[in-house]
Every structure is written in structure tokens, then in C-alpha cells.
T-cell receptor, first 108, second 116 residues
Framework: AQRVTQPEKLLSVFKGAPVELKCNYS??????LFWYVQYSRQRLQLLLR??SRESIKGFTADLNKGETSFHLKKPFAQEEDSAMYYC??????????FGPGTRLSVLP | EAGVAQSPRYKIIEKRQSVAFWCNPI?????LYWYQQILGQGPKLLIQ????????DSQLPKDRFSAERLKGVDSTLKIQPAKLEDSAVYLC??????????????FGPGTRLTVT
């Protein structure tokens, strides 16, 4: 069965510090991985997906199939990055599974 | 373009009552999703439609939940009768989807349901 874990419920960092939000998954096939973000009083929205290999708002994420991980990274956190981050997994033709989420708080 | 619309935004009902939620997806999006998000958890997929057909409803509690997407556009999700554990935010999302590939999902603002 598909499963996504995000070990940290809350992650606090200072502005300008590097940030890494962890995501691990279990899936027997070829996964499609996503990061979704929800800023305060806004809708859940896509941040990035591994297949497009983009850097969005300075965030990157690399799929590591050996470690079954898809950690989200940013070298220098900004206060506007404070939000709820969800890792999500899908396989071809399979339904979406979201992780429990990590709340990132960037302190001034 | 207009985003995904949902109504109502908030609903408070007593247990054993019924409730219905409405969703209007982005125009042209073939796929529509309903999620349940309990406080402190990630969204959990309840049902996925492709046009007006059900693709996946394996996690929908069919003894009390039902959903339809007549004409392949807007959709309603109903709970009858409601239980205390149904208190959650119900999210609707839509996406372009072809041949089993997952495109970006666009989410609505959600309906916050409180069952007392």
C-alpha cells in the first residue's frame, strides 16, 4: 500500500538558515512525488513535483529511490516561507496519498 | 481563470443529521476529487471522478457517504447520517487528467463541518 510519512510536525528555523523538510514514502512501483503548500488563510497549492525538476521559490526536492525519500530543501529560509507543507505520492493510475504535513515556522 | 468553488464554507449540524456539500471545478477539468481533512492530518482522498464516472471510491464510507457528478461538471458530496468523527474540512480539487497521469490539482477553499 502507498504511504507517506513526514516525521516532523513542526520545524522552526531562523530567517536565512537552511531548511529541510523530510518526506519518506513506501510504494512498490514507480512513484510520482509532489510537495503541496498551504499558506495562512490560502488554499492548498502545488509547490513542485519531482518529474518537472523545477526550483520553485528557491525550493528543490530530489527523489531518492534508494532511500525512498523526497526531502524538500531551501538554502536560505524567508519569513514568507512559513506555511504548512504536505508531501504527496501517486503511482500511475493510483490515487493520491498525502502525508500528515509539517508546519514550517521561519523566525525573524 | 476562476478557481474551484465550494459551498457552504462552514456547516454545523447535530449527529444523525444529513449534510451536503457542493463543488464547481475549474472549467475544462475532467478530474474531480473530494478529500476529507481531519484536524492535524493530511487530506485523505474519498472519491475521484473522471468526467462523470467514478475512478476510485475505495476510501469512501459508503454506508453514510455518497457523491455524484452529474453531467461531468459540478459535484455534490452527501453525508447521511453524520457522526461526530465526520467533523473535518472537506476539500474539493480538480485537474486535467489523461491516461492515468496526474496533473496539478487545484483546490477549493474547503467546507469546515462540525458535528455536535
Amino acid at each position: 500500500a502507498q504511504r507517506v510519512t513526514q516525521p516532523e510536525k513542526l520545524l522552526s528555523v531562523f530567517k536565512g538558515a537552511p531548511v529541510e523538510l523530510k518526506c519518506n514514502y513506501s510504494y512498490s512501483g514507480s512513484p510520482e512525488l509532489f510537495w503541496y503548500v498551504q499558506y495562512s488563510r490560502q488554499r492548498l497549492q502545488l509547490l513542485l513535483r519531482h518529474i518537472s525538476r523545477e526550483s520553485i521559490k528557491g525550493f528543490t526536492a530530489d527523489l531518492n529511490k534508494g532511500e525512498t525519500s523526497f526531502h524538500l530543501k531551501k538554502p536560505f529560509a524567508q519569513e514568507e516561507d512559513s506555511a504548512m507543507y504536505y508531501c504527496a505520492l501517486s503511482g500511475y493510475g493510483q490515487n493520491f496519498v498525502f502525508g500528515p504535513g509539517t508546519r514550517l515556522s521561519v523566525l525573524p | 481563470e476562476a478557481g474551484v468553488a465550494q459551498s457552504p464554507r462552514y456547516k454545523i449540524i447535530e449527529k444523525r443529521q444529513s449534510v451536503a456539500f457542493w463543488c464547481n471545478p475549474i472549467s475544462g477539468h475532467a478530474t474531480l476529487y473530494w478529500y476529507q481533512q481531519i484536524l492535524g492530518q493530511g487530506p485523505k482522498l474519498l472519491i475521484q471522478f473522471q468526467n462523470n464516472g467514478v475512478v476510485d471510491d475505495s476510501q469512501l464510507p459508503k454506508d453514510r457517504f455518497s457523491a455524484e457528478r452529474l453531467k461531468g461538471v459540478d459535484s455534490t458530496l452527501k453525508i447521511q447520517p453524520a457522526k461526530l468523527e465526520d467533523s473535518a474540512v472537506y476539500l474539493c480539487a480538480s485537474s486535467l487528467e489523461l491516461s492515468g497521469l496526474h496533473y496539478e490539482q487545484y483546490f477549493g477553499p474547503g467546507t469546515r463541518l462540525t458535528v455536535t
